[in-house]
């Protein structure tokens, strides 16, 4: 997967950043809230691993409620030493997809995201059955055999 770290504390991100390449994901990094804003909608991430509190004038709930109003449904993973309930809840209404507190495992980060891998994989599977090299893109209502669009009649 190729995942991107929003996450200002640079000991957390060599961490993070270290596990994940280990693990065999591409990943990049941003330590500022408006970098990290730009790298999110600039460029197509499988994951964003996203800090609350973040130095840039751009906090994490600012990024994820600004990706879900655009429409960007990549999912993200709060990462923050906010862990009171009504933080949580506030991370996971802004738009997040899981919460996970610090201090943490990476065993349970890596764990969390191949968790949410495996159910994209499944959705896509799902809107997008093959047979051969017969494709269809049921969201899209495409058909193509071998490559070539198929043009449908409605």
Do not use: C
Not at 9 to 38: I, Y
Request: proline share 3%; hydrophobic share 45%; no cysteine.
């Amino acid at each position: 997967m190729k995942i991107l770290l929003i996450e200002d504390n640079a000991r957390v991100a060599q961490f993070v950043l270290k596990g994940l390449r280990e693990s065999g994901h591409v990943a990049d990094h941003a330590a500022t809230g408006r970098d990290g804003m730009f790298m999110a909608s600039s460029e197509r991430y499988d994951a964003i691993i996203l800090d609350r509190m973040l130095p840039g004038g751009v906090d994490g709930l600012s990024i994820v409620s600004a990706l879900r109003a655009s429409g960007d449904r990549t999912p993200v993973m709060i990462l923050s030493a906010l862990s009171d309930v009504d933080e949580r809840i506030r991370g996971l209404k802004a738009g997040g997809d899981d919460y996970l507190t610090k201090p943490f495992a990476f065993g349970e980060l890596a764990a969390r995201l191949d968790a949410r891998a495996r159910r994209a994989q499944t959705a896509a599977a799902e809107t997008s059955p093959a047979v051969g090299d017969l494709r269809m893109d049921l969201l899209k209502r495409e058909v193509t055999r071998g490559g070539a669009a198929n043009e449908l009649q409605s």
